[in-house]
């Protein structure tokens, strides 16, 4: 069982706006540790999409952002693509584990 | 560009040994933490290690202390985990990954292809 807990699946029509929330308690997100996101494609290795809660990288397309709620965070993405049909994980921080640690992942379905 | 290639993943017997390595290129090496990091369909990812610019300083997760040892050698722009008393529960993709940030709020921006471990008899 994940830290961080991520719904298994979110599906979206093309143009669709769609989010992703990552759950954590009061020794990781809950203590403001950073949060990050990733996408990947089955068979090849994650690449970065937000960084530090809200940032993106160069060359991530606008439609992707990153905001926080409480204890949760979420990754929106706005005008939803074919392409985007991918796998996404968040990571953060754990206090307690002092350890580096992702959720469990969502897959996103391009309906 | 940055480039990470992980090499030395394969089949090992329960209890073996085994090292992994990562040659980077296409950045200043010395500048930055890096990281192992590694998947399985059931578990998901799983940060396993990391260490600092000279490699005076290194961190692991619980299930991997005492068994994983993680290196770098600057001179060479590669990193190792040398893995010993390896079990099942160890099988899994392992990338080689390069950090950014600072420690406790770290991210990995860049990713090697990953290397796959087996851990069988």
């Known amino acids: 069982q994940s830290v961080l807990t991520q719904p298994p699946s979110v599906s979206g029509a093309p143009g669709q706006r769609v989010t992703i929330s990552c759950t954590g308690s009061s020794s990781n997100i809950g203590a403001d540790y950073d949060v990050h996101w990733y996408q990947q494609y089955p068979g090849t290795a994650p690449k970065v999409l937000i960084y530090a809660n809200s940032n993106r990288p160069s060359g991530v397309p606008d439609r992707f952002s990153g905001s926080k709620s409480g204890t949760s965070h979420f990754l929106a993405i706005s005008g939803l693509q074919a392409e985007d049909e991918a796998d996404y994980y968040c990571q953060s921080y754990d206090a307690s584990l002092s350890d580096y640690v992702f959720g469990a992942g969502t897959k996103v379905t391009v309906l | 560009e940055v480039q990470l290639v992980e090499s030395g993943g394969g089949l090992v017997q329960p209890g073996g040994s085994l090292t992994l390595s990562c040659v980077a290129s296409?950045?200043?090496?010395?500048?930055?933490?890096m990281s192992w990091v590694r998947q399985t369909p059931e578990k998901g990812l799983e940060w396993v290690a990391n260490?600092?610019?000279?490699?005076?300083?290194?961190f692991y997760v619980n299930s991997v202390k005492g068994r994983f040892t993680i290196s770098r050698d600057n001179a060479r722009n590669s990193m190792f985990l040398q893995m010993d008393s390896l079990r099942a529960d160890d099988v899994a993709v392992y990338y080689c990954?390069?950090?950014?940030?600072?420690?406790?709020?770290?991210?990995?921006?860049?990713w090697g292809q990953g290397t796959l471990l087996t851990v069988s008899s």
């Open positions: 260490i600092n610019e000279g490699g005076t300083e290194a």
């Open positions: 990954a390069r950090d950014q940030g600072r420690r406790r709020r770290q991210y990995r921006d860049h």
């Open positions: 296409g950045f200043t090496f010395t500048n930055y933490w």
